[in-house]
Structure formats: structure tokens, C-alpha cells
């Protein structure tokens, strides 16, 4: 088993991506952190997922400096380390560039890139603690997208929030590689997610994305699970600062 022992933190693990990154790291027998904001959704997620091995459920918005700080400690309080890393929370808002409010743009913003930015910096003083006092280095993915390369005209915060965890992903890389740590990112696609749900619920919106989708389907959310769970693994202890798409080959 890859992850066998490790302890993990997944942000925005309630449901969605997430979900399904937590359930296969249980899997994998690593102990798993649940953190979110949706309290009725994480209690749920946890119970269901009791059943694979060790996981905990912790209220967090990872927008919030204080939330986080509160997150990391709980974790190491409650499993003594912190390896792995998925900063996967993340929101959407939908509007036009000349409609787009500035409170939208903020919010998308701190959720996506500066709540990224937040427990990244948070769990690596802990993991660079840790090599200092001889431990083994950890790993970190940041949930990214393939919309931080094709920008989408009613999607403006979330396309830029999405460039930005590509280039704070190469930055955290470089930074703590000299600990070992390493720092990749994940570029989903369209995932069969509540994320997707006006997609879903709009048979013209759902032809779009799979025009463009040479794989001509929609990527389930365990296709994403399994590359979270190759990069947090030592199986991929020579790559760092890289941005893995998964996007059935998607067209711009
Ligand atoms: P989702 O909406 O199904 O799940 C997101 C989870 O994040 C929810 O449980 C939500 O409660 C939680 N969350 C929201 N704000 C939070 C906050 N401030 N702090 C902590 N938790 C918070 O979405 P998903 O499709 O599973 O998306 C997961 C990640 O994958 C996101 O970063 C998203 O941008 C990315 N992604 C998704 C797709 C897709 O097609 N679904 C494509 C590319 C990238």
C-alpha cells in the first residue's frame, strides 16, 4: 500500500472530488483528516467513511488564517503528524466579465487560491519542522484546473484563481524542495460532481463540454482520486512543481 500509515489532510472532503480522494487514501490505509465547512455533510462523509480505517471529520474554512492554524493542530493532536496534504476546497460563481461583483471575485479568490495558500503554508512549516528534526518529508497537491489555461468568459475568479494555484504550486515547489518536499498540482477537467450539477441539469451545457472532450464522456471524480494518490505517494518521489490534467483530452 502506497500511502500505508501516512496521515492526510483533505480540504473540501465533504463531498465530490474530495470525497472520493479521502475514500481511496482510505484505502490506500492512510488516516484521513476530513476538513470542510459544510458541518452536516462532513459528519456524514466521516461516518460513511469509518468503515475503511481512521478518519476524522474537522470544521474548517480553509479562507480563514485562523480556521486553518486551528485544522493543523487538531490533526497533529489527533494523529501526531501531518505527510500529505490535498488542498482540494474549492468554488465556483458564474457571471459575466462586465456583471462580475467585486465581493464574487474576493470570495472565489480566497477560497481557491488564498485558502491554498493558507494550510499550504500552514502544513509545510509543520513537514519542514518535521525534516529539520530528521523526520521524513511529506507531499502536497493543490486542486487546480484545466480552466487555468482555457479561460472561460463567465467563470473570470475561478479561471484566474486556477492560474494562480498553477504558479503558487511551482513556487511552494521550489521553496521546499530543499526539505524534500515536494508540491504538484491536479487539472481536472469536467468531473461528475455537485460542482457540475447546472451542467448536468442542462442537456445544451453538457453537449458543449462534450463536443470538446475528445474522450467524449465525463470524468468521474475516483479518476482524479487515483492521480492525488500517485502524487502524494513516494511512487512519484522525482516529480515536483507540476500541474498533472486529467481531461479527457480536452479541446480549448
Ligand atoms: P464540490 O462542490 O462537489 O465540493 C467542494 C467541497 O468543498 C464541498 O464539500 C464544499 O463544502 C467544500 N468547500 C467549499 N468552500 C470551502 C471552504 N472555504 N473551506 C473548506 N471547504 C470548502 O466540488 P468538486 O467538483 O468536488 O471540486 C473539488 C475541487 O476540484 C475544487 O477545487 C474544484 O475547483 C476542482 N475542480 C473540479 C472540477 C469539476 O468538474 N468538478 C473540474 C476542475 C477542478
Known amino acids: 500500500m502506497p500511502l500505508d500509515g501516512k496521515v492526510a489532510i483533505v480540504t473540501g472532503a465533504a463531498g ?12 490506500e490505509k492512510a488516516k484521513v ?3 470542510d465547512v459544510d458541518t452536516e455533510k462532513g ?12 478518519v476524522q471529520y474537522m470544521k474548517a474554512d480553509v479562507g480563514r488564517r ?3 492554524h486551528n485544522l493543523v493542530a487538531a490533526a497533529i493532536d489527533a494523529y501526531g503528524d501531518i505527510d500529505i496534504l490535498v488542498n482540494n476546497a474549492g ?5 459575466d466579465f462586465l456583471d462580475l461583483g467585486e465581493e464574487d471575485f474576493d470570495r472565489v479568490l480566497n477560497v481557491n487560491l488564498k485558502g491554498t495558500f493558507l494550510a ?17 518529508p511529506g507531499s502536497i497537491v493543490n486542486m487546480s484546473s484545466i480552466n487555468a489555461v482555457f479561460a472561460i468568459a463567465n467563470q473570470i475568479p475561478y479561471s ?9 504550486t511551482k513556487a511552494m515547489a521550489l521553496s ?20 457540475l450539477s447546472s451542467v448536468n441539469s442542462d442537456p445544451a451545457a453538457r453537449n458543449r463540454i462534450l463536443s470538446r472532450t475528445p474522450l467524449g464522456r465525463i470524468g468521474e471524480p475516483a479518476e482524479i482520486a487515483a492521480i492525488a494518490v500517485f502524487l502524494a505517494s513516494d511512487e512519484a518521489s522525482y516529480i515536483t512543481g507540476q500541474t498533472v490534467y486529467a481531461d479527457g483530452g480536452r479541446l480549448p
Request: net charge positive.
Open 16 to 27: 465530490g472530488i474530495g470525497y472520493a480522494i479521502a475514500e481511496r487514501f482510505l484505502r
Open 33 to 35: 483528516v476530513i476538513a
Open 43 to 54: 459528519a456524514a462523509a466521516e461516518k460513511d467513511l469509518a468503515r475503511l480505517g481512521e
Open 66 to 68: 485562523l480556521d486553518v
Open 91 to 95: 468554488i465556483v460563481h458564474g457571471a
Open 120 to 136: 499550504g503554508q500552514a502544513v509545510a512549516r509543520h513537514m519542514v519542522e518535521k525534516v529539520s528534526n530528521g523526520g521524513t
Open 160 to 168: 484566474v484563481s486556477k492560474g494562480g494555484v498553477n504558479q503558487l
Open 176 to 195: 521546499l524542495a530543499p526539505y524534500g518536499i515536494r508540491v504538484n498540482a491536479i487539472g481536472p477537467g469536467s468531473i461528475m460532481t455537485d460542482m
